[in-house]
């Protein structure tokens, strides 16, 4: 019988080698942290060799240009810093790099609200020179009290700061306009007359304007009580004849002073004009203080 040959083509197979596991354990030697010694920079030396290097002549060139260049880079920066802070301050704007003059922009207000606003700047300086004529005076208190009034109808502090960001106004610009309107309720209520019946009309057409939340509270039918609320209804009543009488009164006082109208009228000069000014305002001081 023929013996059977073995298939020489298959490759025996390798064993796969078996690794004994091993603890390794690795030691760390404790490092005694007072046995490092830091050594101190030798400030001495350090400033003996920077001595030495810009004493010596070879290095003395390098150093001069070193310091033109700092110089002439910071010069450029405070330059550049310089000029960007004058556009950006004669600036309203700027479009893509261009930038939007602000006598351009004053100039547009000018044209579309300078006569209005010079009127009523006029409107305010002769209501302050008329109080002080009558010395009469706005008091801190007074103005304080009108402030605190809005601060409450707003719903409080915050909401009064934002009123005042939203409207682009200042505390103290508003505590002015509030002391130009206390001068004026001052300077025209007594010449307001009223009887009686035209507080009760009032007070029958406005109530509820007038009183909102008293007004909210009462039942179905109901009304307020007039003598209750007679003597702020007055207090309203004046405000409101104040504030329609208030342009025919301006008018009647300008007329008794000189005003010159730079928004709409050409300047006009004259011969030692200013000190004339500046002595007729220290007579009227001296009388006023008298």
Request: hydrophobic share 35%; no cysteine; charged share 25%.
């Given at each position: 019988m023929?013996?059977?040959k073995k298939?020489?083509?298959?490759?025996p197979q390798?064993?796969?080698?078996v690794?004994?596991?091993k603890h390794?354990?690795?030691?760390?030697?404790?490092?005694?942290?007072?046995?490092?010694?830091f050594?101190?920079p030798?400030?001495g030396?350090?400033?003996e060799?920077?001595?030495?290097?810009t004493k010596n002549p070879?290095?003395?060139?390098?150093l001069k240009?070193?310091?033109?260049?700092?110089i002439?880079?910071?010069s450029?920066?405070l330059?550049d810093?310089g000029v960007?802070y004058?556009n950006?301050d004669?600036?309203v704007?700027v479009?893509?790099?261009?930038?939007?003059?602000k006598?351009?922009?004053?100039r547009?207000?000018?044209?579309a609200?300078g006569?209005?606003?010079?009127?009523?700047?006029?409107?305010?300086?002769?209501i302050?020179?008329?109080a002080k004529?009558?010395?009469?005076t706005?008091?801190t208190?007074?103005?304080?009290?009108?402030i605190?009034?809005i601060?409450?109808?707003?719903?409080?502090?915050?909401?009064?700061q934002?009123?005042l960001?939203?409207?682009?106004?200042?505390e103290a610009?508003?505590?002015?306009?509030?002391?130009i309107?206390?001068?004026?309720?001052?300077?025209?209520?007594?010449t307001?007359?009223?009887?009686?019946?035209?507080?009760?009309?009032?007070?029958?057409?406005?109530?509820?304007?007038?009183f909102p939340?008293?007004?909210a509270a009462l039942?179905?039918?109901?009304?307020?009580?007039?003598?209750?609320?007679?003597?702020q209804?007055?207090?309203?009543?004046i405000?409101?004849?104040?504030?329609?009488?208030?342009?025919?009164?301006l008018?009647?006082?300008?007329?008794?002073y000189?005003?010159?109208?730079n928004a709409?009228?050409?300047?006009t000069?004259g011969l030692?004009q200013?000190?004339?000014?500046i002595?007729k305002n220290?007579?009227?001081?001296?009388?006023?203080s008298?």
């Amino acid at each position: 019988m023929a013996k059977d040959k073995k298939n020489t083509s298959q490759k025996p197979q390798a064993k796969t080698p078996v690794i004994a596991k091993k603890h390794i354990q690795i030691k760390f030697k404790k490092v005694n942290l007072k046995e490092i010694k830091f050594k101190k920079p030798n400030l001495g030396k350090m400033k003996e060799d920077v001595s030495k290097f810009t004493k010596n002549p070879k290095t003395r060139p390098i150093l001069k240009i070193v310091g033109l260049v700092l110089i002439i880079v910071g010069s450029f920066a405070l330059i550049d810093f310089g000029v960007q802070y004058l556009n950006n301050d004669y600036s309203v704007a700027v479009v893509s790099g261009t930038r939007i003059s602000k006598s351009s922009w004053n100039r547009l207000l000018q044209q579309a609200y300078g006569q209005t606003a010079a009127q009523q700047l006029i409107d305010n300086e002769v209501i302050t020179q008329e109080a002080k004529k009558q010395n009469i005076t706005a008091s801190t208190s007074e103005i304080q009290t009108q402030i605190d009034q809005i601060v409450t109808s707003l719903g409080g502090q915050t909401q009064y700061q934002a009123a005042l960001k939203s409207n682009n106004i200042t505390e103290a610009e508003l505590k002015d306009e509030i002391r130009i309107d206390v001068l004026t309720t001052k300077l025209i209520s007594p010449t307001i007359t009223y009887t009686d019946d035209d507080i009760k009309s009032f007070f029958t057409e406005y109530s509820a304007q007038l009183f909102p939340t008293e007004t909210a509270a009462l039942a179905s039918g109901a009304e307020l009580d007039y003598d209750t609320y007679k003597d702020q209804t007055i207090q309203y009543y004046i405000q409101q004849q104040v504030s329609n009488t208030k342009s025919t009164w301006l008018s009647s006082k300008e007329a008794s002073y000189k005003i010159q109208d730079n928004a709409t009228t050409t300047p006009t000069y004259g011969l030692f004009q200013t000190t004339i000014n500046i002595v007729k305002n220290i007579v009227s001081d001296i009388k006023g203080s008298k």
